[in-house]
Structure formats: structure tokens, C-alpha cells
């Protein structure tokens, strides 16, 4: 008899003192584990002269002598061009309801220009926002999320220089006689997101 009350009392022990583990097993558990929370991804809506482009995607324009601002020298017609000449077109980055900071960086094709008197002579960021030049034709701004969220947009102009070169007077005439004047400026801009742990060194040549 007591045999089989001893048997009962142990098997007894052995419960209470699993239950006891389990449960603060259980408790450690539900103390520690991470719960997941589901979140909306961000929106890219970022506009390039009007242009829909989104994450890593490129957009390539080609600009003529028609989209270019030229400035009237007095010797050439209001509107037009010809060596001696100096003009601008801008690219406006438009980053409507876009819920990132992101990189845009533009790349200058000038392989198709008529001859070296014909040239981009400056390129800078007209708002003041941070814009670097890491090539010899390739530029970077940041677009921060404080500033896109307060409706910035990223204006960039372009500045054309036409020199009045006699060796060129050729390939000068050649391009004036055509009824639509057009040099292809192609500029691919990519947008990428913005970090903080990007590193853009500043081109030296």
C-alpha cells in the first residue's frame, strides 16, 4: 500500500514540476519574441521634365537646338544660333509623392556633337542642393526626404557654349544650312534610393 502511495506522490511531483517548467518556459517565450509588424512600402512617384520614372529606372531625352535657351548677342537673330553663341536648356526633377530620399544622377552624352567648339560648358544644381560631379560628364544630387516632403524640386541647367572658331568654319556651315538645327545631347538620369551610407567622390579632371 504504501508502495503504491509512494508511486502516486512521485508521479505527482514529476506533473507539478513539469507543469512548473513549462509554463515559465511559455512565459520566457512570449517575453522574447519579436512580434512582426506589417508596414506599406514607400511610394515612388518622381517626375524628370514631366516624365514618370521610378526606382532604378532610366530615362533618356534627347535635347535640340530648338529646346535650347540661347542668349541674344546682338549679331544673331532672337531665338537662334550660331557660333559665338551661348545657351542653356534645365532638367526638372519633380519628386511628387515620393516617400524616399533618392540619388539622381545624370550622365551627359556629348559624343554626337559637331566639333569641339561646340560644348556643355557648366553644369550646376540652381536651388542650391547638393550636387556633385564624380566624371567627366556624370552628375549626382541627393534629394533628401525632409526636402521632397516640403515639395523641393531639383531644377538642373545645362550651359551650351558655341565658339566662333575659324578652323571650324566648315562643320559650322554645315550644321547652319540644315532647316532644322539639331545636335543630339542625349542625358540619362538614373534614381536610386538614398541611404546615407553612399560615397561620392568628386572628380578631379
Same mark, same amino acid.
Given at each position: 500500500?504504501?508502495?503504491?502511495?509512494?508511486?502516486?506522490?512521485?508521479?505527482?511531483?514529476?506533473?507539478?514540476?513539469?507543469?512548473?517548467?513549462?509554463?515559465?518556459?511559455?512565459?520566457?517565450?512570449?517575453?522574447?519574441?519579436?512580434?512582426?509588424?506589417?508596414?506599406?512600402?514607400?511610394?515612388?512617384?518622381?517626375?524628370?521634365?514631366?516624365?514618370?520614372?521610378?526606382?532604378?529606372?532610366?530615362?533618356?531625352?534627347?535635347?535640340?537646338?530648338?529646346?535650347?535657351?540661347?542668349?541674344?548677342?546682338?549679331?544673331?537673330?532672337?531665338?537662334?544660333?550660331?557660333?559665338?553663341?551661348?545657351?542653356?536648356?534645365?532638367?526638372?526633377?519633380?519628386?511628387? $509623392?515620393? @516617400?524616399?530620399?533618392?540619388?539622381? #544622377? !545624370?550622365?551627359?552624352?556629348?559624343?554626337?556633337?559637331? +566639333?569641339? *567648339?561646340? /560644348?556643355?560648358?557648366?553644369?550646376?544644381?540652381?536651388?542650391?542642393?547638393?550636387?556633385?560631379?564624380?566624371?567627366?560628364?556624370?552628375?549626382?544630387?541627393?534629394?533628401?526626404?525632409?526636402?521632397?516632403?516640403?515639395?523641393?524640386?531639383?531644377?538642373?541647367?545645362?550651359?551650351?557654349?558655341?565658339?566662333?572658331?575659324?578652323?571650324?568654319?566648315?562643320? $559650322?556651315? @554645315?550644321?547652319?544650312?540644315?532647316? #532644322? !538645327?539639331?545636335?543630339?545631347?542625349?542625358?540619362?538620369? +538614373?534614381? *536610386?534610393? /538614398?541611404?546615407?551610407?553612399?560615397?561620392?567622390?568628386?572628380?578631379?579632371?
Amino acid at each position: 500500500m504504501n508502495k503504491k502511495r509512494n508511486t502516486v506522490i512521485g508521479l505527482t511531483l514529476i506533473a507539478v514540476i513539469l507543469f512548473i517548467a513549462l509554463y515559465y518556459t511559455y512565459s520566457l517565450y512570449e517575453t522574447t519574441r519579436e512580434i512582426t509588424v506589417s508596414s506599406d512600402i514607400a511610394k515612388w512617384n518622381v517626375k524628370v521634365n514631366n516624365t514618370m520614372v521610378t526606382k532604378n529606372n532610366t530615362t533618356i531625352s534627347t535635347f535640340t537646338l530648338g529646346s535650347i535657351n540661347w542668349n541674344s548677342n546682338g549679331h544673331v537673330r532672337e531665338g537662334k544660333a550660331a557660333p559665338g553663341s551661348t545657351g542653356s536648356f534645365e532638367i526638372e526633377i519633380d519628386p511628387t $509623392d515620393t @516617400e524616399v530620399s533618392f540619388t539622381y #544622377e !545624370l550622365t551627359i552624352d556629348t559624343s554626337n556633337l559637331e +566639333n569641339d *567648339s561646340f /560644348y556643355i560648358s557648366n553644369v550646376r544644381e540652381k536651388n542650391g542642393n547638393e550636387f556633385i560631379k564624380t566624371g567627366e560628364n556624370t552628375y549626382v544630387g541627393i534629394a533628401r526626404l525632409s526636402n521632397n516632403q516640403n515639395g523641393r524640386k531639383y531644377n538642373i541647367e545645362i550651359n551650351i557654349t558655341w565658339d566662333n572658331n575659324e578652323e571650324n568654319n566648315e562643320s $559650322d556651315y @554645315e550644321l547652319g544650312k540644315k532647316a #532644322e !538645327l539639331e545636335v543630339n545631347i542625349p542625358v540619362s538620369i +538614373n534614381i *536610386s534610393q /538614398y541611404t546615407g551610407s553612399e560615397q561620392f567622390t568628386e572628380y578631379q579632371g
